[in-house]
């Protein structure tokens, strides 16, 4: 299983990023997805996460602004990311397990991709 992120990158305050995960090696339309974050110093904590039946669930830091979504007919898992503040500035990664939910138990997630780095000014 492989997991690559990428569209992170530099943006001012208020502005918007979508990241994308290309997931391969597996049929991932009933894994358990999410998008996680950690910033310098700081633990990984969980940002949205979606289950094998698409339900979703945000972090209360990001309701409103984040949207998570995932195209199965590609295997790719998509956030997109408005109304940035300075405090989302993180290196973000992408993670997937083959069961249902996993919520936001981070620990538990058994793949990740490399991480891409988000940075609001």
């Known amino acids: 299983v ?12 208020a502005g918007s990023l979508r990241l994308s995960c290309a997931a391969s090696g597996a049929t991932f339309s009933t894994y358990s ?9 700081k633990e990984r904590e969980g940002v949205a996460v979606i289950n094998g039946g698409g339900s979703t669930s945000y972090a209360d830091s990001v309701k409103g602004r984040f949207t998570i979504s995932k195209d199965n007919a590609n295997d790719t898992l ?8 300075p405090e989302d500035t993180a290196m973000y990664y992408c993670a997937a397990d083959p069961r249902w939910w996993l919520y936001f138990r981070t620990d538990e997630y058994a793949y990740w991709g490399q991480g891409t ?3 609001v000014s």
């Not at 492989?2 to 305050?13: C, D, I, K, Y």
């Not at 997805?33 to 110093?41: C, H, I, L, T």
Request: net charge positive; no cysteine; charged share 10%.
């Open 117 to 119: 780095q988000v940075t």
């Open 78 to 85: 998509f956030l997109q990311m408005n109304s940035l503040k």
């Open 2 to 13: 492989q997991l690559v992120e990428s569209g992170g990158g530099s943006v001012q305050a």
């Open 33 to 41: 997805m999410g998008w996680f974050r950690q910033a310098p110093g």
